[in-house]
């Protein structure tokens, strides 16, 4: 292990990215996720990485697409508005299959909204934020030392699924500091990026899925003619007008990630080996429902807490599997209530659900989750 260090957690997901082989960055300077560029801007050239500042969130988000194709593991940062503006090209990325990681540092919202206040309300947008029928993964970080490796698990999957990844971090976490010891390049799992199992004279179709339905596309500049497009399109890379072969693609595109669903879910759980209820968290948000879960516990209340780590693909088996054992949930998030309503979705009824929400640009404080734990439980410890 490095040695003990006070860092920031904007800092420790640009640590992470370069860990995982990030050599390349472009983005746009905007509040609250402006240091990650800022570091990525003094350590890039020490790893012999390039980073641009684009002209917009745009050309950010195009460029490092571009980069991605030619053979580089790629990184952008933003929040809220930026992400917005990336939207078309992320659902390119996911229909071109083009590896490449997007942290977005939330902050409040709509449009400019409080740029320097938290917020957790891009749940559903780096879900549903570009057109059309894709699968997409997000995670979302809880400590510093948890962005470094949501980070490191943000490359991997990118490159293991070729898909844009959302790395879903808010402002509490990005700007929180914290004694943290990261671990060795040499102690990381890489997943490197993928390359054709056969050659060109071989027969080579840069579309064409392996045994885990994710093709192994060449990298520009190889010796590979590649075909990269938007528009639905077969084994080849060019674009066909098939209602089999579109429904196949589309297909794919979520089957990639369907059967993988298991081991890139990641949810937490504390408390809960006799828990009668549970707080459901996230984030940032996630630190103080755990105060406000010990809280509850000190005045014998059976609270426990569970807490995603993966927002997308959602945690269907474990919401499931809680409804099942406790009599109420608590979702608890910095938002109006979004994640709220998969729950309700996983939960079928089965236990009651209620939303402890707060949107006005200020954190949780334990005591204002513990008042809604109480009256989750009847007011009876």
């Not at 472009?26 to 990525?40: D, N």
């Not at 659902?91 to 590896?99: L, Q, V």
């Not at 081991?263 to 937490?268: K, L, N, P, S």
């Amino acid at each position: 292990m490095s040695k003990a260090r006070l860092m920031q957690g904007n800092e420790a997901c640009t640590e992470g990215a370069l860990a995982a082989g990030v050599r390349f960055f472009g983005g746009y300077p905007i509040t609250p996720s402006t240091e990650i560029a800022e570091t990525m801007a003094k350590k890039l050239p020490q790893y012999g990485g390039t980073f641009i500042q684009m002209e917009d969130e745009i050309a950010s988000m195009g460029v490092v697409l571009g980069a991605s194709l030619a053979g580089k593991k790629a990184l952008t940062a933003s929040s809220g508005p930026g992400i917005s503006l990336k939207q078309e090209l992320i659902g390119y990325a996911a229909a071109a299959e083009i590896p490449v990681v997007i942290v977005n540092v939330q902050r409040v919202g709509p449009s400019t909204g409080q740029p320097t206040a938290p917020s957790q309300g891009d749940v559903m947008q780096a879900r549903w934020g570009t057109h059309g029928d894709h699968p997409m993964i997000a995670l979302s970080p809880w400590s510093v030392k948890e962005a470094f490796d949501t980070a490191v698990m943000a490359v991997n999957y990118s490159e293991r699924f070729r898909t844009p990844v959302i790395l879903l971090m808010d402002e509490i976490v990005g700007h929180l500091r914290e004694k943290v010891e990261l671990p060795d390049a040499a102690e990381l799992d890489i997943y490197p990026r993928r390359q054709p199992s056969c050659t060109r004279a071989e027969g080579y179709q840069p579309y064409a899925p392996a045994e885990d339905l994710v093709p192994n596309v060449a990298d520009f500049g190889t010796g590979n003619r590649i075909h990269v497009t938007g528009l639905i399109h077969d084994e080849t890379g060019f674009p066909v007008g098939n209602p089999k072969i579109t429904r196949e693609a589309i297909d794919r595109l979520h089957q990639k990630i369907a059967i993988a669903a298991d081991e890139i879910t990641h949810v937490e759980e504390y408390c809960m080996d006799d828990a009668e209820y549970a707080v459901v968290a996230f984030g940032g948000t996630a630190r103080t429902a755990y105060e406000a879960v010990l809280q509850a516990r000190a005045k014998g209340i059976k609270v426990g807490m569970v807490r995603l780590i993966t927002i997308w693909p959602f945690a269907d088996k474990a919401i499931k599997a809680l409804a099942a054992k406790v009599k109420g949930i608590l979702v608890t998030e910095l938002n109006y209530g979004q994640l709220v309503g998969e729950v309700e979705r996983a939960v079928a009824g089965k236990c009651d659900v209620k939303l402890c929400a707060k949107y006005d640009m200020t954190i949780f404080e334990p005591e204002e989750i513990l008042s809604d734990i109480e009256a989750l439980a009847g007011g009876k410890a």
